[in-house]
């Protein structure tokens, strides 16, 4: 008798695992948890916010991305190197959770901060390009297939002098437009084709100038129609429409996009909405608000825009992270499986 055993009989952890959607909130101090998106309801703009993750008195929730339990996920450091993990490996936490130290599971160094995480939701065809924005101005894209075969010890993404450090990966097609912002209020946009594709180990080009003190904060795509989302360290923000920032050449010293003052602080993020998303503002102390894009003003490039959340004495925002609308969706069928139980 001869018994055949195929592929059929093989099961992968993974088939096990009940796909489903999660946000995945991650600290400056590089705890991390995973949790599901329907933690968070939509809000007012100018509220107090809820607590969103339990954090030390010197620790506050610093990135919040929302993916399935079956994406890979990459996560980028500070250092210029990659690392690779499935959603559903993530520990799951409650809301006022602290995680565990991503240390723990991922196999950075201890002088590494991760810096972005990217969603892979599908296999690369081939047209996908990674772009890297640093905080020093340069840029570089390089092709996601390049990214294949990571190692569990990281593999470089980017070459990066000493005063340097990786501050955005953008995922893209290789030829969209993008617009960078400064922590000074000028912001740069040009076309992603005019920096040439480059390999793994390169440190790539100049894409805005800086001045003396001056620093990236942020980076996206653009696209027409689409609007530049901007917010302060105090807390003030606006919408101004993209066609407001022409497209230039890379290595410029850019536009001014926000008015700076003593009141609204510096910037301190940048990034593009179609306004449909939600904004969650993200504080030093961990208080989250979650709001319509559309509920924020729009504004011209010179103006200080409003208030967006409301901040307690020595409290400033961190950092944002966006709700699209397929992700709010998902929350309304989520509610509503609950409400029929």
Known sequence: TELLVGEALSIEDEDLIEEEEIAITLSNNGYMKRMPISEFRAQNRGGRGVRGMGTHADDYVETMITCSTH??????????????????EIPEYGRTAKGIPAINFLNIKN???????????????????????????????????????????????????????????????????????????????????????????????????????DYV?????RSAGSKVFVITENGYGKLTPVEEYGLRNRGGYGVLTINITERTGHLVGLTTV????????????????????????????????????????????????????????????????????
């Open 71 to 88: 994406d890979t996920l990459l996560f980028f450091t500070n250092t210029g190197k990659v690392y690779r993990a499935k959603g559903y």
């Open 274 to 341: 179609k306004g449909d998303e939600d904004v969650l503002v993200i504080t030093d102390s961990g208080i989250m608000i979650r709001f319509a894009a559309e509920d924020i003003s729009v504004n011209g490039r010179n103006a200080q825009g409003v208030r967006l959340i409301r901040l307690d004495d020595e409290d400033q925002v961190s950092t944002f992270s966006l709700i699209t609308s397929e992700e709010k969706e998902f929350e309304e069928a989520t509610e509503e499986k609950k409400n029929n139980k």
């Open 217 to 221: 904060v942020g980076a996206d795509t």
């Open 111 to 213: 002088d590494e901060k991760i810096q972005t995480v990217i969603n892979l939701e599908e296999k690369p065809n081939g047209d996908e390009e990674f772009f890297f924005v640093t905080k020093q101005g340069q840029v570089k894209r390089t092709s996601v297939a390049e990214f294949q075969n990571i190692r569990n010890s990281g593999i470089i993404a980017i070459n990066l002098s000493e005063d340097d450090e990786l501050v955005n990966v953008l995922l893209t097609d290789g030829q969209q437009d993008i617009i960078i912002g400064t922590h000074d209020g000028q912001a740069i946009s040009f076309a992603e084709n005019v920096v040439r594709s480059m390999g793994r180990n390169t440190s790539g080009v100049r894409g805005i100038r800086l001045r003396e003190g």
